[in-house]
């Protein structure tokens, strides 16, 4: 678990918007802005999460609102938008972390249906948030919008074909952005999580689940915070359409560890160095 606790002063004040932030990596991201001074605007369509969260922190010190929209949906958002205006006066970091997985399907079960609700949420959905959110950041000077990727999006998943899909179109819609909004001030990257478990499911799953991982563990939430915070401050002023994977070293393998040619299992021990 990430237990940094690294404050960056040039974040104090800055209007942070969150979607998908009822739970799991969204709601850690916002509460690890709250605790840099910043109002956070938690969305999703889950009431319950949303209103779980906006106590949390509220009841922490911080200082965050609701913001129940569909991201799919573009008068959704813009309303989202209008009210974070209104509470707030501006918007000066937008996180697209809202995104769904499942149903999984192979490609021969997939139907149009399935291919579209997944794309408009995870790819259309990304576009339709930031789209006016980064026409406020051009009008206030700048600002700084960190979508969310996958492994998903340079290796492929079984059974995830829309999903992989938009996970690629998010990298890509991430360079497109960081080039034309540069001039504005804004600066685009992505966040690329490996294996987290937004669950909550404990050490013994993440060990096990974590065989094919050379860190041995699959990451937590938490671990997602620190590359978010650093990306929207100004210690990463000169970094623009890039991303950060935060995957325990998951893409740097060849092969998996149950199926390479020499396991984990077999490399020196410690006490034998």
């Known amino acids: ?34 605790g840099q001074g910043c109002p956070v605007v938690i969305n999703d369509i889950d009431e319950a999460s949303v209103a779980e969260t906006v106590e949390a922190i509220n009841g922490a010190g911080g200082n965050a609102m609701a913001a129940i929209a569909d991201v799919s949906n573009s008068e959704q958002v813009r309303a989202m938008i209008d009210a974070t205006m209104d509470a707030h006066g501006r918007i000066d970091v937008v996180v697209n972390n809202a995104g769904i997985v499942s149903p999984m399907l192979h490609f021969f079960e997939a139907d149009e249906e399935w291919w579209r609700r997944i794309v408009d949420v995870n790819l259309t959905g990304h576009f339709l948030v930031s789209h006016p959110a980064a026409r406020i950041m051009a009008k206030q000077g700048g600002g700084c919008i960190i979508n969310m990727s996958s492994g998903g999006a340079t290796r492929a998943h079984r059974a995830f074909t829309a999903y992989d899909a938009t996970k690629g179109g998010i990298e890509a819609l991430t360079r497109a952005m960081a080039i034309d909004l540069a001039g504005y001030g804004i600066r685009v990257n ?28 699959v990451g937590e939430p938490e671990d997602m915070t620190g590359a978010a915070i650093f990306l929207a401050s100004d210690d990463a002023s000169y970094i623009t359409g890039d991303v950060i994977k935060i995957d325990g070293g998951m893409l740097a393998q060849q092969r998996s560890a149950t199926v390479d040619i020499r396991p984990p299992a077999n490399f020196p021990k410690v006490e034998d160095l």
């Open 190 to 217: 992505a966040l690329m999580p490996g294996s987290i478990d937004t669950n909550s499911q404990g050490d013994e799953y993440r060990k096990i689940s974590g065989v094919n991982i050379p860190m041995g563990t």
């Open 1 to 34: 678990m990430n237990t940094s606790t690294t404050s960056y002063p040039s974040l104090n004040g800055k209007v942070v918007l969150v979607t998908g932030a009822g739970k799991g990596i969204g709601r850690a991201i916002a509460e690890r802005f709250a």
